[in-house]
């Protein structure tokens, strides 16, 4: 039961929380933390540590796998998929409340190809690719009131790079440290031209780069070498987390006496921005087993997602009303997103996470219908000691 408890839950809660607030003090423009604690806020940015910690957990998924990739994928999609498409449905009543979805307009093609792109890329951009731009914009909303569901596409894309990454051959032929060094080399490289580029053309192809799956893969990474290699150096970071912590304080120091960079600006890498995030990676994961029993005050509830999906639309609700400035603002800020998640977790992704053995066993039946052999478990070189917890990343 030890190797079941863990701080997962609670590390993506606190990531949550981190993004909330960084957006809402910017939309907002509400009062915000003051040197010197500040840096903390800035030296754990909640994105880079929800890829960094579905690094670790999907990995472990796809290699723990006994209904092959599929399972893995049906999985994944499990998780995300039906809370993402209920909080698109909210959004469109918000936006049909404020006049920006006539509802006329829910009868036509346009509409149903906008639907088809956003609900399977994970983002607004792909629906707009697909179907136009849908609403009208040029009243209460004037713009898509979520800003933040590039990373659902992003983490869908990675999603899909793991099998790559990880494949069986690949294992087979112990070429995983090739796989992993190749993609990420790639990747970082692809980011650090993407940023030159962005500052010589903001509006061109740069900055569209930077923030794609192949410039952030590296970031993903992190946790996905750890967690192939788990079984080898998990004696180096389990219960170890302060160690790491100060090892990555201590080189974020670093970095803002030499270069003036504080923030971990992931996106936009300079020098030592690739080995802070694999020292944040590290003391995630180490936290992660450190303390085990801090996350048994959640019980098991993970409103994590609920929090990131729910928090903007209700800061973009408030920024359009021109509401902002005032202090008590960051009460609702973290309870009306917070009560929202509530209901996402209990009424939607927690049963539809409930389906995932049902899954499993429908993959692997339909596997023997087809070929009339049983399926066995994938071949795994990490020791697997799968967190219950975990398993709902």
């Known amino acids: 039961m030890k190797d079941h408890q863990n701080n997962f839950d609670l590390l993506r809660l606190l990531a949550a929380l981190q993004v909330v607030y960084m957006h809402a003090a910017e939309w907002l423009k509400l009062p915000v933390i003051q040197p010197p604690l500040s840096w903390a806020p800035n030296l754990f940015p909640g994105v880079a540590v929800f890829f960094v910690i579905s690094g670790f957990l999907v990995t472990r998924s796809f290699l723990a796998s006994k209904s092959g990739t599929a399972g893995y994928l049906v999985r994944r999609g499990l998780r995300i998929y039906p809370g993402l498409w209920v909080h698109f449905g909210v959004i469109f009543i918000m936006l049909a409340v404020a006049g920006a979805l006539p509802l006329s307009r829910l009868a036509s093609a346009a509409f149903w190809r906008w639907i088809a792109g956003a609900f399977v890329m994970g983002s607004d951009p792909w629906g707009n690719l697909f179907g136009g731009i849908i609403f009208d914009y040029s009243g209460f909303y004037r713009d898509f009131p979520s800003g933040v569901l590039w990373t659902i596409t992003v983490e869908l894309i990675f999603y899909l790079l793991v099998p790559i990454a990880f494949a069986g051959v690949i294992r087979k ?24 580029w962005a500052i010589e053309s903001p509006n061109g192809i740069g900055g569209k780069l930077r923030s794609s799956p192949a410039a952030l893969f590296w970031v993903f990474l992190v946790g996905a070498t750890m967690s192939f290699y788990w079984k080898g150096i998990r004696k180096y970071v389990e219960g170890q987390a302060w160690k790491w912590l100060l090892a990555y304080v201590a080189l974020s120091q670093l970095d803002y006496y030499l270069f003036h960079q504080q923030v971990l600006d992931f996106i936009k890498p300079t020098l030592l921005t690739a080995p802070r995030v694999v020292l944040l990676g590290i003391a995630v994961i180490s936290f992660a087993y450190s303390w085990r029993r801090l996350a048994s005050v959640l019980r098991g509830v993970d409103l994590s997602y609920g929090i990131y999906l729910y928090h903007m639309p209700f800061i973009a609700t408030l920024y359009y009303a021109n509401v902002s400035s005032h202090w008590w603002l960051w009460l609702l800020a973290y309870a009306v997103p917070t009560f929202v998640a509530a209901m996402s977790w209990h009424f939607v992704e927690k049963p539809c996470l409930s389906l995932k053995g049902k899954a499993d066993e429908l993959v692997v039946g339909l596997r023997q219908w087809n070929f009339g052999l049983p399926s066995k478990p994938a071949a795994s070189s990490v020791n697997l000691d799968a967190p219950k917890q975990a398993e709902i990343d």
């Open 173 to 196: 032929r112990n070429l995983v440290w090739l796989s992993i060094a190749t993609l990420a080399t790639v990747s970082l490289t692809l980011a650090l031209l993407a940023n030159r």
